[in-house]
């Protein structure tokens, strides 16, 4: 269950982020990179003491002015210039260095989450949905690439200018600092109380929009079945059900932010101009300067700055840490199927010979329904076994329990004798060459979905492996021959040319075992006996297993198992098998009666 694994497949369970702590998440990520830290740092206490310094050259020009000293008027406006300059240098180092940082720890954090869901067991895609997967490695890290990128060097930098301008004020005046003082708990009561209500709206939010994400990915890759279905109209609500409600919740958590932002400034502001009134009556009583009212003012207004800055950057922190939260749940997801510590390599040559001994299995999402019940089969090295049976019979399970997509609740699967389980997975599937039901193929050309099959392959070993699947003939007939791109999904191939490419995958693959999952379903009868004669010269020296509902494929197999309800209920030739009666026979009887049916029909017609 995806519960077992560090993470929830419904968003509204979740545990809500109380504090930005999950931020600490991220130091894995940021160790790496200590001396960007150091450089970044040092550029942000150089541009804060420089911002602290500005208003004492303020207040020396101010007073300049009375002085009556041109020479030392000038003096002053020059030193102001100057830390004006060394600021605007600062700040930009300060930028480069955080920004660049920023930008790297998120490409490292995005790479970390696509290597550990890219090696996760479809038991683990059963309970998550692919498309909250992408939104978190997409929506989350962007929010993450703001707060180190930005919000966190600007919150500390507050921080400084804060305590720093503190101190300041109180030399410049304390009477006037202690009345400033007074009004801080108004100010954190607010930011405390509705930061609460931002967290929880924030996390929300992010759930909302991953759940949209999720839809509209499962939806788009549908399509076609949407649009068959005619079921634009129910999609298009249901995805606009989804937005409003991240919708709503966005619009909420910024209610409570402008809401929390019209406090705070509203008491600071006040407070700045209650301490003025008193500054200014200070000094018409010459208890200070016109210059020391000014630098107290300008402090005053870069502390009650760096407050409200600071009210802001905390939801933003909160916000990061739900993130933060949520691609950590990722990375430290555990897979159902994984390599034991002391799981060995394959060698490098091996027979090819299969067994399953008393399998049982069932898929989580289904744990009340065995897929493999007692299941046994042995397979000697270059036989080739047909698996057939009615659909759930537990065909294509076989296939999955033998790429260790999923592991026997009970009995285990060999390979040459060793367990499976004993092995790395990337060792062991080597030597597997497995076409599926539904073939996968990749936003790129025609050659290289071939070679996906044996990446460094040449182009010649890719065309006889095309040639062999009888692909060579329609994949010359493209605009661009084996270069043509052919569409996500390869949207612009039909189930029939997509299939050829998927075995022509396989024959390049060269692997002693050749799994073939309802492998020519999708071609017309003179493609499929091509396919089938290729089929038939790559399994002459290879172990081959064969899922197939249409018998006529698999009458040459040197052995049929007949599954029913995850058991083998009949095992033997085609001909034996026939002639035992039985569901073999029956299922026969129904498939080349019909055929014969179509053609007598075709001729009389």
């Given at each position: 269950m995806a519960q077992d694994q560090g993470i929830t497949a419904d968003p509204q369970s979740r545990e809500k982020s109380k504090t930005v702590g999950p931020l600490n998440g991220l130091a894995p990520f940021l160790r790496p990179y200590r001396l960007m830290i150091a450089l970044a740092g040092l550029s942000l206490v150089v541009t804060a003491t420089l911002s602290l310094l500005l208003p004492l050259a303020v207040r020396r020009v101010v007073d300049g002015f009375s002085s009556g000293s041109t020479q030392l008027m000038d003096q002053y406006f020059g030193a102001a210039i100057g830390i004006a300059g060394l600021l605007a240098v600062g700040t930009g180092f300060r930028y480069y260095?955080?920004?660049?940082?920023?930008?790297?720890?998120?490409?490292?954090?995005?790479?970390?989450?696509?290597?550990?869901?890219?090696?996760?067991?479809?038991?683990?895609?059963?309970?998550?949905?692919?498309?909250?997967?992408?939104?978190?490695?997409?929506?989350?890290?962007?929010l993450i690439q703001s707060v180190i990128g930005s919000s966190v060097s600007v919150a500390l930098r507050n921080v400084l200018i804060f305590f720093g301008g503190l101190i300041l004020m109180m030399f410049t005046s304390a009477k006037l600092t202690g009345a400033v003082l007074l009004l801080v708990p108004f100010v954190l009561v607010p930011i405390l109380v509705l930061g609460r209500r931002v967290r929880r709206l924030s996390r929300e939010n992010q759930n909302k929009i991953a759940e949209s994400s999720g839809n509209a990915s499962e939806t788009l890759l549908a399509a076609t079945t949407v649009q068959a279905f005619t079921h634009e109209a129910r999609s298009r609500a249901r995805f606009d059900t989804l937005t409003e409600e991240a919708f709503d919740a966005a619009r909420q958590r910024i209610g409570a932010r402008a809401l929390t932002t019209v406090i705070v400034i509203f008491l600071i502001f006040t407070g700045i101009v209650g301490v003025l009134w008193m500054g200014a009556r200070d000094v018409r009583a010459d208890v200070?300067?016109?210059?020391?009212?000014?630098?107290?003012?300008?402090?005053?207004?870069?502390?009650?700055?760096?407050?409200?800055?600071?009210?802001?950057?905390?939801?933003?922190?909160?916000?990061?840490?739900?993130?933060?939260?949520?691609?950590?749940?990722?990375?430290?997801?555990?897979?159902?199927?994984?390599?034991?510590?002391?799981?060995?390599?394959?060698?490098?040559?091996?027979?090819?010979?299969?067994?399953?001994?008393?399998?049982?299995?069932?898929?989580?999402?289904?744990?009340?329904?065995?897929?493999?019940?007692?299941?046994?089969?042995?397979?000697?090295?270059?036989?080739?076994?047909?698996?057939?049976?009615?659909?759930?019979?537990?065909?294509?399970?076989?296939?999955?329990?033998?790429?260790?997509?999923?592991?026997?609740?009970?009995?285990?699967?060999?390979?040459?004798?060793?367990?499976?389980?004993s092995l790395r997975r990337d060792a062991f599937r080597h030597h597997l060459a497995y076409v599926p039901q539904d073939p996968v193929i990749f936003a790129t050309s025609a050659m290289e979905n071939i070679r996906f099959g044996?990446?460094?392959?040449?182009?010649?070993?890719?065309?006889?492996?095309?040639?062999?699947?009888?692909?060579?003939?329609?994949?010359?007939?493209?605009?661009?021959?084996?270069?043509?791109?052919?569409?996500?999904?390869?949207?612009?191939?039909?189930?029939?040319?997509?299939?050829?490419?998927?075995?022509?995958?396989?024959?390049?693959?060269?692997?002693?075992?050749?799994?073939?999952?309802?492998?020519?379903?999708?071609?017309?009868?003179?493609?499929?006996?091509?396919?089938?004669?290729?089929?038939?010269?790559?399994?002459?020296?290879?172990?081959?297993?064969i899922v197939a509902h249409r018998l006529a494929t698999v009458k040459r197999a040197d052995r049929?198992?007949?599954?029913?309800?995850?058991?083998?209920?009949?095992?033997?030739?085609?001909?034996?098998?026939?002639?035992?009666?039985?569901?073999?026979?029956?299922?026969?009887?129904?498939?080349?009666?019909?055929?014969?049916?179509d053609v007598i029909e075709r001729q009389v017609g």
């Open positions: 260095f955080v920004t660049r940082l920023g930008e790297r720890v998120v490409a490292d954090i995005r790479k970390a989450v696509y290597t550990k869901m890219i090696g996760m067991s479809p038991a683990f895609f059963d309970k998550v949905m692919t498309g909250e997967v992408l939104s978190r490695i997409t929506t989350d890290t962007t200070m300067s016109t210059g020391a009212l000014v630098q107290f003012v300008i402090y005053a207004v870069l502390v009650a700055g760096s407050v409200a800055a600071l009210s802001e950057i905390w939801s933003e922190l909160q916000r990061a840490a739900g993130a933060t939260e949520r691609l950590v749940e990722l990375l430290h997801a555990e897979d159902p199927v994984q390599d034991r510590e002391d799981a060995a390599q394959m060698p490098d040559a091996i027979k090819g010979a299969v067994a399953f001994d008393e399998v049982t299995f069932r898929y989580p999402a289904r744990p009340k329904a065995p897929a493999l019940d007692g299941f046994s089969l042995h397979v000697k090295a270059g036989e080739t076994v047909a698996l057939v049976g009615p659909s759930g019979a537990g065909k294509s399970t076989v296939f999955q329990l033998l790429l260790r997509f999923f592991d026997p609740d009970t009995g285990r699967v060999t390979l040459d004798g060793m367990d499976i389980s044996r990446p460094n392959a040449s182009d010649a070993e890719v065309i006889a492996a095309a040639k062999a699947a009888a692909a060579d003939g329609f994949l010359n007939a493209l605009p661009e021959g084996y270069d043509s791109f052919v569409g996500e999904r390869g949207v612009m191939l039909s189930g029939g040319q997509k299939q050829r490419i998927a075995i022509a995958r396989a024959i390049l693959r060269d692997a002693p075992v050749l799994l073939l999952d309802e492998a020519t379903s999708a071609l017309d009868a003179e493609s499929e006996q091509a396919v089938q004669q290729a089929v038939d010269r790559l399994s002459a020296d290879r172990t081959t297993l049929i198992i007949v599954l029913d309800g995850g058991k083998v209920v009949a095992q033997g030739t085609h001909d034996a098998l026939v002639a035992e009666g039985g569901l073999y026979a029956r299922l026969a009887r129904l498939q080349f009666t019909a055929g014969m049916d």
